[in-house]
């Protein structure tokens, strides 16, 4: 108890000055998920943009809305299930957020009614199979059984046995070139790396796919809508059975949510920047975007 008050005196005297103040509350709750401490922000973060999702679910299912406190509560349990049942990789990045992501899909399809595990992405998958190394303890059942009745193959090689060996043709490089391959393959790496052209592929954000120029000469005050990071563009997070892009005519408003970006750390929120409706979407449901793409344009 002695230990617990001076941690509590620490908190409140120094930390408190330059942390957001619900943060300084100790909580057991912290010490069940598991997850570290650099995670909570991006988890909250996260947790605020699925708040509204959750909460249409829960209105369209008959429950009563969940506060943003509550659903912090459930959220720190479902990360302490999810956990041992993805086989406790380690809560590192990426892998803790791949816990974090799935207990944040968990919570949303439990509001709608559906089983947990309804929604789980690619990369999570991708640790789940053993593409990226061994996991530390066993996969639940309901996992395995997922995996299999959805045709996946558990992958019980090395990892690293995926990517190509490089050396040979960094070596005969070096030969061409009349350079040295240095003392050791390390080194001949770091050579062919500093030596090698350089192709830099980048998506052209300035040349989309779509004709600005007919959308700004149509509507000539229309505001453009930006992917804020590279990801998947999801207009809709399930709250419905079949998630959509929105049609002309959908209102926005400013500084709220229109739509989201999965990326691989977590979901960004994408916020217009003023009141209006959509004029143009130019962004399926699930289509890869780029960082500054943009995506539909609105009208006040």
Same mark, same amino acid.
């Given at each position: 108890?002695?230990?617990?008050?001076?941690?509590?005196?620490?908190?409140?005297?120094? !930390?408190?000055? &330059?942390?957001?103040?619900?943060?300084?509350?100790?909580?057991?709750?912290?010490?069940?998920?598991?997850?570290?401490?650099?995670?909570?922000?991006?988890?909250? @973060?996260?947790?605020?943009?699925?708040?509204?999702?959750?909460?249409?679910?829960?209105?369209?299912?008959?429950?009563?809305?969940?506060? !943003?406190?509550?659903?912090?509560?459930?959220?720190?349990?479902?990360?302490?299930?999810?956990?041992?049942?993805?086989?406790?990789?380690?809560?590192?990045?990426?892998?803790?957020?791949?816990?974090?992501?799935?207990?944040?899909?968990?919570?949303?399809?439990?509001? *709608?009614?559906?089983?947990?595990?309804?929604?789980?992405?690619?990369?999570?998958?991708?640790?789940?199979?053993?593409?990226?190394?061994?996991?530390?303890?066993?996969?639940?059942?309901?996992?395995?059984?997922?995996?299999?009745?959805?045709?996946?193959?558990?992958?019980?090689?090395?990892?690293?046995?995926?990517?190509?060996?490089?050396?040979?043709?960094?070596? /005969?490089?070096? =030969?061409?070139?009349?350079?040295?391959?240095?003392?050791?393959?390390?080194?001949?790496?770091?050579?062919?790396?500093?030596?090698?052209?350089?192709?830099?592929?980048?998506?052209?954000?300035?040349?989309?796919?779509?004709?600005?120029? /007919?959308?700004?000469?149509?509507?000539?005050?229309?505001?453009?809508? *930006?992917?804020?990071?590279?990801?998947?563009?999801? &207009?809709?997070?399930?709250?419905?059975?079949?998630?959509?892009?929105?049609?002309?005519?959908?209102?926005?408003?400013?500084?709220?949510?229109?739509?989201?970006?999965?990326?691989?750390?977590?979901?960004?929120?994408?916020?217009?920047?003023?009141?209006?409706?959509?004029?143009?979407?130019? @962004?399926?449901?699930?289509?890869?975007?780029? =960082?500054?793409?943009?995506?539909?344009?609105?009208?006040?």
């Amino acid at each position: 108890m002695q230990v617990r008050a001076l941690t509590q005196e620490f908190i409140d005297d120094f !930390l408190g000055y &330059w942390i957001n103040p619900a943060n300084s509350r100790m909580t057991s709750l912290l010490v069940g998920c598991g997850l570290p401490g650099g995670m909570m922000g991006s988890m909250m @973060a996260d947790l605020k943009g699925f708040q509204t999702a959750i909460n249409d679910a829960e209105s369209k299912n008959g429950k009563p809305v969940s506060s !943003l406190d509550s659903l912090m509560v459930q959220l720190f349990r479902e990360v302490e299930y999810v956990w041992p049942r993805l086989g406790y990789p380690p809560l590192v990045t990426p892998f803790s957020q791949y816990v974090k992501n799935t207990s944040l899909m968990n919570l949303l399809a439990m509001a *709608q009614g559906k089983p947990r595990f309804s929604t789980i992405d690619k990369d999570t998958w991708g640790m789940i199979l053993g593409r990226m190394g061994r996991l530390p303890g066993e996969l639940a059942p309901e996992i395995v059984a997922l995996a299999k009745e959805k045709g996946f193959e558990f992958y019980e090689g090395n990892p690293q046995d995926m990517y190509p060996d490089e050396l040979p043709k960094f070596r /005969e490089m070096m =030969k061409q070139e009349g350079w040295d391959c240095g003392q050791d393959d390390e080194e001949l790496f770091e050579k062919a790396k500093a030596g090698a052209p350089v192709t830099v592929k980048r998506p052209v954000v300035e040349m989309p796919e779509f004709p600005v120029e /007919e959308y700004t000469r149509k509507y000539p005050d229309a505001v453009p809508v *930006q992917a804020p990071a590279a990801g998947k563009m999801l &207009w809709e997070i399930d709250v419905e059975d079949a998630s959509a892009a929105p049609v002309a005519g959908t209102p926005v408003k400013a500084g709220k949510a229109c739509g989201y970006v999965q990326t691989r750390y977590g979901i960004e929120e994408m916020l217009p920047a003023a009141d209006g409706r959509f004029v143009a979407v130019l @962004a399926a449901q699930g289509k890869d975007v780029v =960082k500054g793409e943009i995506v539909a344009f609105i009208v006040k």
